[in-house]
């Protein structure tokens, strides 16, 4: 089991979800947390990532590291998507198996699941239709991480499992103009709107689709809780239920950030999915639940965002 001295190493500890991880872990008193940085580790090199483990030996493992971005970046940099997240799930999975970790967990995606999955997506759902051609790469990449947990555990007996959050937003996210998620888009765009007093604010899309959002910390406080609690096959929903309106959101946003002009919506950039909204009943009837509801989760975030580019 894992306690507060385990050796815990989280990949990805500089990423919005490690770092909530990480965070998570130290404020609850785990004292012997491992991490490294991209130019200290890179997991996409095999050796690195063999001689990292062997030296280091961690006990258990959060696999927060991940090559991620929004619908432009995942189908532009198509290949990279693909290569760096398949080798960062071989390494550091094949390493763990080598160098004995006592338990893995690892993370998907909500977005791995088919196109057109029934709603709300069940775990049983993925691998049973066509993926989302956007975001193939990454899809593809995951599933191989999630069907190398399994095959380990089937064939070595390693405790290795993994998680599938939904849409995820919080401290440290990324807000690229181009590249981001829509929350990270959207305080951006409604921040600079209103230091720049300009009259409108351009939402993409018609404003229909819906999206169910987790706050990051919320999502790492199910790992460690799955860390506790959860050995077995498969893959489990970390989902919040707390579904919007990509208008809703936008007006949330807007309240959040104090912008008192014009919000459009522009037809001409794609909706995406009309909904994505995760089962989460395998995770509540376990005994975890989210607590961060979306709207304190975006008063938190756009502290978070005034703080590093407020200026
Ligand atoms: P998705 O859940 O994989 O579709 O990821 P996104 O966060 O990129 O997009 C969610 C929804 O928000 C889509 O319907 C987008 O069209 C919509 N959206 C509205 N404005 C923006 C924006 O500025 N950036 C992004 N990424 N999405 C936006």
Redo the contacts with the bound molecule.
């Keep these: 089991m894992i306690n507060k001295d385990s050796k815990i190493y989280v990949a990805g500890h500089t990423g919005m979800v490690g770092s909530a991880i990480f965070r998570k872990l130290t404020n609850e008193g785990y004292r012997n947390i491992l991490t490294a940085t991209h130019k200290e580790l890179d997991l996409t090199n095999q050796k690195a990532t063999f001689d990292f483990f062997e030296k280091e030996k961690p006990e258990f493992v959060f696999v927060a590291a991940a090559k991620v971005g929004?619908?432009?970046a995942n189908n532009t940099y198509k290949a990279q998507f693909l290569y760096e997240n398949l080798m960062i799930a071989s390494n550091v999975i094949h390493a763990s198996y080598l160098h004995n970790v006592k338990k893995l967990l690892f993370l998907g995606s909500s977005?791995i699941y088919p196109k057109f999955a029934p709603q709300p997506i069940k775990e049983e759902y993925l691998l049973t239709g066509e993926l989302?051609a956007t975001?193939e790469g990454y899809a593809i990449a995951k599933i191989a991480g999630l069907k190398l947990c399994d095959t380990y555990r089937f064939q070595y007996g390693c405790n290795f499992i993994s998680a599938m959050p939904t849409?995820l937003y919080g401290i440290n996210d990324n807000y690229h103009p181009?590249h981001?998620?829509?929350?990270p888009?959207?305080i951006r765009?409604f921040h600079e709107a209103k230091i720049k007093n300009i009259p409108e604010v351009?939402?993409?899309?018609s404003?229909t689709?819906k999206?169910e959002f987790l706050f990051a910390d919320d999502l790492a406080e199910a790992c460690i809780f799955l860390m506790h609690h959860y050995n077995d096959y498969g893959w489990i929903n970390v989902g919040s239920g707390e579904e919007v309106t990509?208008k809703e959101?936008?007006t949330l946003i807007q309240n959040v950030v104090g912008y008192k002009g014009n919000v459009v919506f522009d037809n001409t950039?794609?909706?995406?999915?009309p909904r994505?909204l995760v089962d989460s009943t395998k995770l509540n009837s376990l005994g975890w639940k989210h607590k961060i509801p979306l709207k304190e989760g975006l008063h938190i975030t756009y502290q978070d965002f005034l703080k590093k580019y407020g200026s």
């Design positions: 929004g619908i432009l977005c989302e975001n849409n181009e981001s998620h829509v929350i888009a959207l765009r351009i939402v993409w899309g404003g689709p999206r990509i959101l936008a950039k794609p909706d995406g999915t994505k």
